[in-house]
C-alpha cells in the first residue's frame, strides 16, 4: 500500500481515538443533524482549509468550493449548495472566501490555455473586463494581482445578492447576510473586504427581483 495512502487511513484512526477520548458521544451527536450558521464558499485550494481558518467545529461550517471561489448564476452545484443552505439549513452567513496568490485568478489575467478550465477562467476575465480600467493602472504587477483577488470576491458577492434564492430569502424576512474575505497564505490572516450585503436594495436596480 502507497505510504501517504496508509497514512491517512492511520490519521483517520487516530482522530477518531482523540475525538472520543475529548467527547464519548462525539460522532453520535453529529449524526443527529446539523444545523451550521454559516456556508463558506471558497477556493478548492488545498492551503485554505475553511473549519481551520475560523477555529470552526464539525457541524459549523457548510462548505462549497471551487476554482477560485466562484459563483456563476449557471452553476447547478453551486446554487443546489446556496439553496440548500439558505431554505433548508437556514444558515445566517454566507462567506466568499478568496485568497492572495490564488492560481485561478492569475491564470485569468493572462493568455495561456491550460485546457478545458479556460471555459471557468473565462468568468474570471470578465471581472477583470470589468474593472481593466483601475486594475491596469496599477503598475505593479503583483500589486495588481492582489486587488484583482479582491475585487473578484467583491464581484461574486454580488453575484449572491443577485441570486432569486438570496433575494426570496430576504423578501421572506429570513436573516441572511453575504461577507467577503480574502485570506492571506503567509499570513494565516482574513481580511475582511467591507462588502456585506444583506438587502437586495443594496443592489443596482435591474438586479432587484420583483415576486
Known amino acids: 500500500m502507497d505510504a501517504f495512502y496508509k497514512k491517512i487511513l492511520d490519521n483517520n484512526r487516530e482522530w477518531v481515538v482523540k475525538s472520543l477520548e475529548k467527547d464519548p458521544h462525539f460522532f453520535e451527536d453529529l449524526a443527529k ?42 452553476d447547478i452545484n453551486m446554487l443546489s449548495v446556496l439553496d440548500y443552505a439558505v431554505n433548508v439549513l437556514k444558515v445566517k452567513h454566507v462567506i466568499v472566501c478568496g485568497h492572495y496568490g490564488c492560481g485561478g485568478v492569475r491564470a485569468a489575467m493572462g493568455n495561456s490555455s491550460i485546457g478545458i478550465i479556460d471555459n471557468w477562467i473565462r468568468h474570471i476575465k470578465d471581472v477583470y473586463r470589468l ?81
Not at 443533524?33 to 464539525?58: H, M, T, Y
Request: glycine content about 8%.
Open 33 to 74: 443533524g446539523q444545523q451550521p450558521p454559516l456556508l463558506w464558499i471558497g477556493c478548492s485550494d488545498s492551503r485554505v482549509p475553511a473549519n481551520e481558518i475560523i477555529g470552526a467545529k464539525p457541524g459549523e461550517v457548510f462548505v462549497h468550493r471551487n476554482i477560485a471561489n466562484m459563483v456563476i448564476h449557471s
Open 131 to 211: 474593472h481593466h480600467t483601475y486594475l491596469d493602472s496599477i503598475v505593479q504587477e503583483e500589486d495588481r494581482f492582489n486587488k484583482f483577488v479582491e475585487i473578484n470576491v467583491k464581484e461574486q458577492v454580488y453575484g449572491l445578492a443577485k441570486t432569486s434564492i438570496v433575494q426570496t430569502a430576504w423578501r421572506n424576512g429570513q436573516d441572511l447576510a453575504l461577507h467577503g474575505w480574502v485570506y492571506g497564505l503567509n499570513s494565516g490572516f482574513v481580511t475582511d473586504l467591507q462588502v456585506n450585503i444583506s438587502s437586495e436594495k443594496e443592489l443596482d436596480l435591474v438586479y432587484q427581483l420583483r415576486f
